[in-house]
């Protein structure tokens, strides 16, 4: 008979990719999705599919945040939505405040940047309220230097209806099999809706399709996959070996591979949306389940000190701030020499940023976070609890 959702976390970690409070793999990962975004944006050749980075964080978020829902109800008894929405807005809100203030004051000199149809105010009132996706989607608006903003405010609406969504099935007792296969039929539903409902853009703009929070809510349902499926002690044990390395390999080949296989011209195929997207998640799943489970070359290199650190302190403001820098400096200067100068200026800022805004804010966030109840509790356990916290 299958079991309902454990209420005991799974012990079985690659203890080579640990280190006090951190599964580096997972920084080092943001570090790769960051990178094929940022490169994508700035049109370096070989990285015109670059944009998969976003369904990578898309995965990684939906799998960090299941697991720490599920994680705080199977040490406290309960799930605090309140104080969860709180510590999301304490992680992300602050830089976000700070780039929109910023992007506004510059306006004059940013404001067209491709083609903007908003003021300022609008603009800045889109991005503050996380509806960049709904405007994008329905209004045929778009946002200039506050655009990628879009993918946020996919996450935050994911955010509000998920985590009651999950307490409601907690409180039933569902069964994993059933949970699973669920999600499963709404990941296989909005694939194929997308087939049907993609309307080919003229030019080169992107489908409507693709900012909709319901037609690609699959990457980030995927990762909520991923964290009940790794719930059992039994799949964890099975990929802390030679699975768990081969599924390592096979993500990162489907992830890297994409950037060979979805070409030009991909908002002109509804391939690309109702089959590679989809793929990149699946890809993305295998990924990020090994480098949890099992030690590998590769979750070596993406636990290297600088590598770690760079996805977990930096990737999100570099998120935000790049695209500022590449309206200021493109006009100007093109090239090698431009990206290079709007690459220094972005990540010069975003160690700026991580340090003055996002860190007081997390000192703050931590007041928030789920207490367990007093018992003995393993290192391990500690350790994951604070990885998953920083999500």
């Known amino acids: 008979m299958p079991s309902a959702l454990p209420a005991t976390e799974p012990t079985v970690r690659p203890a ?42 898309f995965v990684l978020s939906g799998y960090l945040i299941t697991t720490l829902l599920l994680r705080e109800h199977a040490t406290t008894g309960r799930i605090r939505l309140g104080r969860f929405w709180v510590r999301r807005l304490l992680r992300l809100y602050p830089t976000l405040l700070a780039v929109v203030v910023v992007g506004v004051a510059l306006w004059w000199l940013v404001g067209d940047y491709q083609g903007s149809t908003l003021g300022p105010v609008g603009a800045a009132l889109i991005a503050l309220t996380y509806t960049g996706n709904l405007a ?4 045929d608006t778009s946002q200039g230097v506050f655009a990628p903003m879009w993918s946020l405010s996919m996450e935050e609406q994911f955010y509000l209806v998920w985590p009651p969504v999950l307490v409601l099935l907690l409180a039933v007792a569902v069964r994993r099999r059933a949970l699973l296969a669920g999600l499963s039929v709404v ?30 809510v699959a990457p980030l349902l995927m990762g909520c996959v991923l964290a009940i499926v790794l719930r059992s002690d039994r799949v964890r044990s099975a990929l802390a070996g030679r699975w768990g390395a081969l599924a390592t390999w096979l993500g990162l080949a489907g992830v890297v591979g994409s950037l060979f296989v979805i070409g030009s011209g991909w908002q002109q195929s509804v391939l690309t949306f109702a089959v590679m997207l989809p793929a990149v998640g699946l890809a993305s799943m295998l990924l990020i389940g090994g480098l949890v489970t099992a030690s590998s070359p590769v979750a070596w290199v993406l ?22 820098f590449i309206a200021l400096v ?29 860190k007081p804010a997390l000192k703050l966030k931590g007041r928030f976070e789920p207490r367990e109840p007093r018992r003995a509790s393993s290192s391990t356990d500690a350790s994951r609890e604070r990885q998953l916290t920083n999500a």
């Open 330 to 358: 493109e006009p100007y200067v093109q090239g090698t020499l431009g990206i290079v100068l709007v690459l220094a200026a972005a990540i010069g800022t975003s160690v700026l940023s991580h340090h003055f805004v996002e």
């Open 303 to 324: 636990s290297l000190a600088p590598v770690a650190w760079f996805g977990r302190a930096i990737s999100y403001p570099l998120y935000l701030w790049h695209v500022v």
């Open 136 to 139: 994008r989607a329905f209004f």
């Open 16 to 57: 080579s990719t640990t280190r006090r409070d951190r599964v580096l793999p997972l920084d080092g990962l943001r570090t790769l999705a960051i990178a094929l975004v940022v490169l994508y944006h700035l049109h370096v050749p070989g990285f015109g599919s670059g944009f998969v980075g976003v369904n990578v964080f």
């Open 187 to 216: 990941i296989v539903a909005s694939a194929v809706a997308t087939w049907f409902l993609y309307d080919r853009p003229s030019g080169s703009a992107t489908p409507d399709i693709y900012f909709s929070p319901v037609l690609n």
